[in-house]
């Protein structure tokens, strides 16, 4: 329902009442924000003007909100239908079975290979099909991933507790398994250690320190620290006491290294031997030229999910190296001012980001104008995605009606996206609140309420 009325919105011109100053007053008294930093933004889409406002030019941290610029961009930059390319060859020749040199993968910054979200998009068998249509019996050289030179490395605004964790998986030119392992635990009585008892995929080269200890809350609290430099992973904190199988999730730091690995243990498996000697680098014969699922499905999935890979990746993409810059260039050609906002990453992931809550409207307005229905569907849904349930579980009437982006972080909830209201008009949002001295959901709520108020 929502999607079909979108193109009948769009060019119309609607009259609207001011209102939502009473809601703005209530909401703006909730306790708990007696303290916090608070920008709002409440614009009609048919004029742009501001109904309902309240420093919306103020700098905040807005957490994974901020993944609307870089979906936004590289869909206007680079079109729904791209696709990122990698490349598999070979080097030296095969004669009677075997590949007398390195099979090289040669990677193009797709960020899905056998990702979750893509779960046919398995660059492993593909590779296993073509090995087999060669009948290659045996590899005399190596197994080699060629990346991208002088990748940058983990933003330094980065939390240490933030980056070895699943969230925390960086993006590079290679990327595998959503640059993410899992960790299996078995745990006992409260208050004793737990054994790890599986590492999936397996980590070439890193030793794994336990300080897990069960608990008798049924909550997980286990952290996982350790650096992209770092060959020790150390393991701390709790997690529920009398389990079998208790996963926690890591970001993958050498994502190139582990596929090697991974390939080479099934190439054994499967009686292909690699005999990993270093041999004079041969002309190169092309075996396969890769594409990535289409750009927009990869938005589709950065923003449903809230996913930090994807959006470094479409950052990156967008970017070309120089993301802040791109944005300014950007932005500044749409007439959406810059003024006051700093970038430090394309995930939200990073405490230094700070963006005014105007900008999300002026693109949110903009995207909606120029029918980017690629990045509009891309965004949340009320009573269709949980990520918004927070927000309207005691709302049912803004389900269906409500479509955002959520952002979230120790002390950060912000909101941004569209809202249709029951007469069919529709307004564009941004709600970023920092430093509330409540609960996350006390302050969910009250935003939901704010945005009801409007309907």
């Given at each position: 329902m929502f999607e079909k009325i979108w193109s009948v919105l769009l060019g119309m011109v609607f009259i609207f009442p001011v209102y939502g100053q009473d809601g703005l007053r209530r909401f703006l008294s909730?306790?708990?924000?007696?303290?916090?930093?608070?920008?709002?933004?409440?614009?009609?889409?048919?004029?742009?003007?501001e109904v309902a406002a309240y420093a919306s030019q103020m700098a905040l941290t807005p957490a994974s909100v901020i993944k609307l610029i870089p979906t936004y961009l590289a869909l206007q930059i680079k079109g729904k239908q791209f696709r990122?390319?990698?490349?598999?060859?070979?080097?030296?020749?095969?004669?009677?079975?075997?590949?007398?040199?390195?099979l090289v993968v040669q990677a193009g910054g797709d960020p899905c290979w056998?990702?979750?979200?893509?779960?046919?998009?398995?660059?492993?068998?593909?590779?296993f099909r073509k090995i087999e249509e060669l009948k290659i019996q045996k590899i005399r050289g190596r197994i080699l991933v060629e990346e991208t030179p002088k990748e940058e490395a983990i933003p330094g605004s980065w939390l240490w507790e933030d980056i070895?964790?699943?969230?925390?998986?960086?993006?590079?030119?290679?990327?595998?398994?959503?640059?993410t392992y899992v960790l299996t635990f078995q745990s006992g009585e409260a208050g004793e250690l737990t054994r790890l008892t599986g590492v999936r995929p397996a980590l070439p080269g890193i030793e794994i320190c336990n300080e897990v200890y069960a608990s008798p809350r049924n909550t997980d609290n286990a952290w996982i620290y350790g650096g992209p430099y770092s060959s020790l992973i150390c393991v701390k904190g709790t997690i529920p006491c009398r389990r079998e199988a208790f996963q926690v999730k890591g970001a993958m730091h050498h994502p190139a290294r582990v596929f090697e690995h991974e390939l080479k243990e099934e190439m054994k498996k499967r009686d292909i031997p690699v005999a990993d000697e270093i041999l004079?680098?041969?002309?190169?014969?092309?075996?396969?030229?890769?594409?990535?699922?289409y750009l927009e499905e990869i938005v589709y999935h950065t923003n449903k999910s809230s996913i930090n890979l994807f959006a470094e990746a479409l950052g990156r993409l967008a970017g070309a190296g120089k993301w802040p810059e791109q944005v300014e260039l950007s932005f500044r050609e749409a007439g959406i001012s810059t003024a006051g906002m700093v970038l430090k990453d394309a995930c939200g992931l990073s405490v230094l980001n700070a963006v005014p809550a105007r900008v999300f409207t002026d693109l949110l307005l903009k995207a909606y104008r120029?029918?980017?229905?690629?990045?509009?569907?891309?965004?949340?849904?009320?009573?269709?995605?949980?990520?918004l349930n927070a927000y309207c579980r005691r709302?049912?009437?803004?389900?269906?009606?409500?479509?955002?982006?959520?952002?979230?972080m120790s002390g950060v909830r912000c909101l941004a996206g569209y809202l249709m209201t029951n007469t069919?008009?529709?307004?564009?949002?941004?709600?970023?609140?920092?430093?509330?001295?409540?609960?996350?959901?006390?302050?969910?709520?009250?935003?939901g309420r704010f945005l009801a108020d409007f309907l």
């Open positions: 909730t306790p708990g924000l007696e303290h916090a930093a608070v920008g709002i933004s409440v614009r009609r889409v048919g004029d742009g003007k990122y390319t990698t490349t598999v060859c070979y080097s030296g020749k095969v004669r009677n079975g075997v590949l007398e040199g390195d056998n990702s979750r979200y893509f779960l046919h998009h398995d660059l492993m068998e593909t590779v070895s964790n699943y969230y925390g998986a960086l993006c590079h030119s290679f990327n595998y398994r959503d640059n004079p680098e041969g002309e190169r014969v092309m075996l396969l030229s890769l594409q990535s699922p120029d029918g980017e229905e690629s990045f509009i569907r891309s965004l949340p849904v009320a009573g269709r995605d949980p990520g709302l049912p009437q803004l389900q269906g009606k409500l479509r955002a982006k959520t952002g979230s069919g008009e529709t307004l564009v949002f941004a709600v970023l609140i920092n430093h509330y001295t409540c609960s996350s959901l006390q302050v969910c709520e009250a935003v």
